[in-house]
């Protein structure tokens, strides 16, 4: 499985973002799909998760309320949409699947990665 992040980019405090991951190569949709971002200096953390069947979310406290995770297995994307963004939301945020989750907030539970897109939000 490839994965495939864009979106990010330049955002003043407070504006919206949405990012995507387009996946291909043995996809479907069995994966557990997730979002993750790392700033630098500190290590990789969870952001969001969407179950297999797409009927369950999980958020970070830090990001729920304001970001949603999305998926259309129809395209094989996922999507990240950020609202009501923060500076500390800036960091590379990188989209990961894998099969069987149970630990969804946990970066060793995926098995693919994407390589990343850059999120800044200035104050």
């Known amino acids: 499985v490839q994965l495939q992040a864009s979106g990010g980019g330049l955002v003043q405090a407070g504006g919206s973002l949405r990012l995507s991951c387009a996946a291909s190569?043995?996809?479907?949709?069995?994966?557990?799909m997730a979002w993750f971002r790392q700033a630098p200096g500190i290590e990789r953390e969870f952001v969001a998760a969407?179950?297999?069947?797409?009927?369950?979310?999980y958020y970070a406290d830090s990001v729920r309320g304001r970001f949603t995770i999305s998926r259309d297995d129809a395209d094989n994307t996922v999507y990240l949409q950020m609202s009501s963004l923060k500076p500390e939301d800036t960091a590379v945020y990188y989209c990961?699947?894998?099969?069987?989750?149970?630990?969804?907030?946990?970066?060793?539970?995926?098995?693919?990665w994407g390589q990343g897109t850059l999120v800044t939000v200035s104050s």
């Open positions: 990961a699947a894998g099969q069987y989750v149970s630990t969804w907030y946990s970066r060793h539970a995926y098995d693919y």
């Open positions: 969407s179950s297999w069947s797409g009927t369950r979310t």
């Open positions: 190569g043995r996809t479907g949709s069995t994966y557990t």
